[in-house]
T-cell receptor, first 111, second 110 residues
Framework: ETGVTQSPTHLIKTRGQQVTLRCSSQ?????VSWYQQALGQGPQFIFQ???????GRGNFPPRFSGLQFPNYSSELNVNALELDDSALYLC??????????FGPGTRLTVT | DAKTTQPPSMDCAEGRAANLPCNHS???????VYWYRQIHSQGPQYIIH???NNETNEMASLIITEDRKSSTLILPHATLRDTAVYYC???????????FGKGTKLTVNP
């Protein structure tokens, strides 16, 4: 059974650019959630996708958007990057109402 | 805001039991207690969850008080690899959005 994978591992972008982060959910899982973790803080919920539909959103601006594909993998897109977007971005997958399993994260640095 | 309160840090000797407390005095009847841990710079790892009964799995035990206002995560024989930040989270379901607080930084000492 393959766990949750994320790509890329690290990424450096310039302020104002756009970025796409990818997540492959664990086999059999139909729900993907994205979290942002700033240095020294706990993860913060960005949004969740359930069977390709957005199923909840945290307190993040519209320039944070996402997609879930028929195979339940997912993308997180961030437009107009700001310095404060520098963080570890975590993807977690789950099946229906069961517990979430996290990937290793993508470290994004905005300069 | 997180609905739980945890001590910021704890120490434990290797081989001894680590008991991590969590207060969740405003928990609702349909809310679960979930525990995750995060080893430095890795993704959080699911440990265990419970509703009102005590639970045990291969990683840990979860003791929930009868009034459900607090709980304790027990690592029976802590190892150096258990050094991590432990998060106690109250949620209506495992797949619901998880609200992380600051957690407890557990350091297991040799």
């Amino acid at each position: 059974e393959t766990g949750v994978t994320q790509s890329p591992t690290h990424l450096i972008k310039t302020r104002g650019q756009q970025v796409t982060l990818r997540c492959s959910s664990q086999s059999g899982h139909n729900t993907v959630s994205w979290y942002q973790q700033a240095l020294g803080q706990g993860p913060q919920f960005i949004f969740q996708y359930y069977r390709e539909e957005e199923n909840g959103r945290g307190n993040f601006p519209p320039r944070f958007s996402g997609l879930q594909f028929p195979n339940y993998s997912s993308e997180l897109n961030v437009n107009a990057l700001e310095l404060d977007d520098s963080a570890l971005y975590l993807c977690a997958s789950s099946f229906d109402h069961y517990e979430q399993y996290f990937g290793p994260g993508t470290r994004l640095t905005v300069t | 805001d997180a609905k739980t309160t945890q001590p910021p840090s704890m120490d434990c000797a290797e081989g001894r039991a680590a008991n991590l407390p969590c207060n969740h005095s405003t928990i609702s009847g349909n809310e679960y207690v979930y525990w995750y841990r995060q080893i430095h710079s890795q993704g959080p790892q699911y440990i265990i969850h419970g509703l009102k009964n005590n639970e045990t799995n291969e990683m840990a035990s979860l003791i929930i008080t009868e009034d459900r206002k607090s709980s304790t995560l027990i690592l029976p024989h802590a190892t150096l690899r258990d050094t991590a930040v432990y998060y106690c989270i109250v949620t209506q379901g495992g797949s619901e959005k998880l609200v992380f607080g600051k957690g407890t930084k557990l350091t297991v000492n040799p």
